[in-house]
């Protein structure tokens, strides 16, 4: 798998550095060990941090700075690292889908970054490029229906858009039969070593909690 960086990201969004990793999975509906550390984590998040400290976290708000120059208003469409932070922070309790969406919100929770979590044998080709959503482009967010992503960066593979950072496609989701993970860290902050120790946290989850080596992880080019 190669992912590719085109040109119009890298104009508008030159800070921008990325990491995927791509690993051999077993997937499970619920584990306890890692909602356990998942709950932990919080306990401890919402003793440092407020829904209006996290604002300025360098991984959020460079999010939504290039969320602004691509033409879209975060606000609106919000990132989903920030909206996972918030709803955290607001004791609201995560989402409970599966183990590996479970283990990728908490890497996305732990750093701010919005973390794209695909099926890779789900898509289509062997290369992925991030650029920036058109008008009319079509597109179905998970539970959420049509999505209008012009202005929002997205991943297309041979067949179109799989992932934004508001929101991955219904296309290439993971569930319960999923074997192959891709999860693509997304930092427009230009903080590459912040980038790859993220890379590597997900690389520890899923030793611990999907049956995994680890996987490999893959840089971007472009």
Same mark, same amino acid.
């Given at each position: 798998?190669?992912?590719?960086?085109?040109?119009?990201?890298?104009?508008?969004?030159?800070?921008?550095?990325?990491?995927?990793?791509?690993?051999?999975?077993?997937?499970?509906?619920?584990?306890?060990?890692?909602?356990?550390?998942?709950?932990?984590?919080?306990?401890?998040?919402? $003793?440092?941090?407020?829904?209006?400290?996290?604002?300025?976290?360098?991984?959020?708000?460079?999010?939504?700075?290039?969320?602004?120059?691509?033409?879209?208003?975060?606000?609106?469409?919000?990132?989903?690292?920030?909206?996972?932070?918030?709803?955290?922070?607001?004791?609201?309790?995560?989402?409970?889908?599966?183990?590996?969406?479970?283990?990728?919100?908490?890497?996305?929770? $732990?750093?701010?970054?919005?973390?794209?979590?695909?099926?890779?044998?789900?898509?289509?080709?062997?290369?992925?490029?991030?650029?920036?959503?058109?008008?009319?482009?079509?597109?179905?967010?998970?539970?959420?229906?049509?999505?209008?992503?012009?202005?929002?960066?997205?991943?297309?593979?041979?067949?179109?858009?799989?992932?934004?950072?508001?929101?991955?496609?219904?296309?290439?989701?993971?569930?319960?039969?999923?074997?192959?993970?891709?999860?693509?860290?997304?930092?427009?902050?230009?903080?590459?070593?912040?980038?790859?120790?993220?890379?590597?946290?997900?690389?520890?989850?899923?030793?611990?909690?999907?049956?995994?080596?680890?996987?490999?992880?893959?840089?971007?080019?472009?």
């Amino acid at each position: 798998m190669k992912i590719f960086v085109s040109e119009e990201i890298r104009q508008r969004c030159p800070e921008f550095v990325g990491a995927a990793v791509l690993a051999d999975i077993r997937n499970s509906e619920y584990d306890a060990q890692l909602w356990s550390e998942i709950n932990g984590f919080i306990t401890d998040y919402r $003793a440092r941090y407020t829904v209006d400290s996290i604002k300025t976290m360098p991984s959020i708000e460079a999010t939504r700075t290039a969320y602004r120059r691509c033409g879209k208003d975060p606000s609106r469409y919000r990132p989903s690292g920030e909206a996972l932070v918030r709803r955290t922070l607001k004791g609201n309790d995560l989402y409970q889908v599966n183990t590996v969406v479970d283990l990728i919100n908490l890497a996305s929770i $732990a750093y701010g970054y919005s973390i794209g979590g695909f099926d890779a044998s789900k898509i289509q080709g062997d290369a992925l490029c991030l650029g920036i959503g058109r008008e009319g482009e079509p597109y179905e967010g998970i539970g959420r229906g049509p999505l209008n992503i012009a202005g929002l960066p997205v991943y297309r593979d041979a067949c179109g858009g799989i992932g934004t950072p508001t929101s991955d496609h219904e296309r290439t989701k993971l569930d319960l039969q999923s074997t192959r993970l891709l999860a693509i860290v997304n930092g427009y902050d230009g903080n590459s070593g912040n980038v790859q120790a993220c890379a590597r946290f997900i690389q520890e989850l899923v030793r611990k909690y999907a049956d995994s080596d680890g996987g490999s992880i893959i840089g971007m080019e472009g």
